[in-house]
Nanobody, 114 residues
Framework: QVLFVESGGGLVQPGGSLRLSCAAS????????IDWYRQAPGKEREWVAG????????NYADSVKGRFTISRDNAKNTVFLQMNSLKPEDTAVYYC???????WGQGTQVTVSS
């Protein structure tokens, strides 16, 4: 069974940082491109960042470029999202996913507020 389990969210002040983790299982992790997505209240889920199977190449949405960094540890089947200079508009539930595999996990809530 393919599973994605996100963690690391929380409440942070504007300008703060958080590091999200995504633990994956049930497939050959090191062969898949992995994405982070987020969904804010009342909005559709949007793509945030992606990383190639060996972690050589990364891609970011314009809204997070320069502030967020995606990385992965294939030995631990885990993908990370380092989020710096957080803004209130980053408030959302964050999810990870490999395209075409499994279902969405429960996500991890990130709230940026003073």
């Amino acid at each position: 069974q393919v599973l994605f389990v996100e963690s690391g969210g929380g409440l942070v002040q504007p300008g703060g940082s958080l590091r999200l983790s995504c633990a994956a299982s049930g497939f050959t992790f090191n062969q898949y491109y992995i994405d982070w997505y987020r969904q804010a209240p009342g909005k559709e889920r949007e793509w945030v960042a992606g990383i190639t199977s060996r972690g050589i190449h990364t891609n970011y949405a314009d809204s997070v470029k320069g502030r967020f960094t995606i990385s992965r540890d294939n030995a631990k089947n885990t993908v990370f999202l380092q989020m710096n200079s957080l803004k209130p508009e980053d408030t959302a539930v964050y999810y990870c996913k490999a395209s075409g595999l499994g279902s969405w996990g429960q996500g991890t809530q990130v709230t940026v507020s003073s």
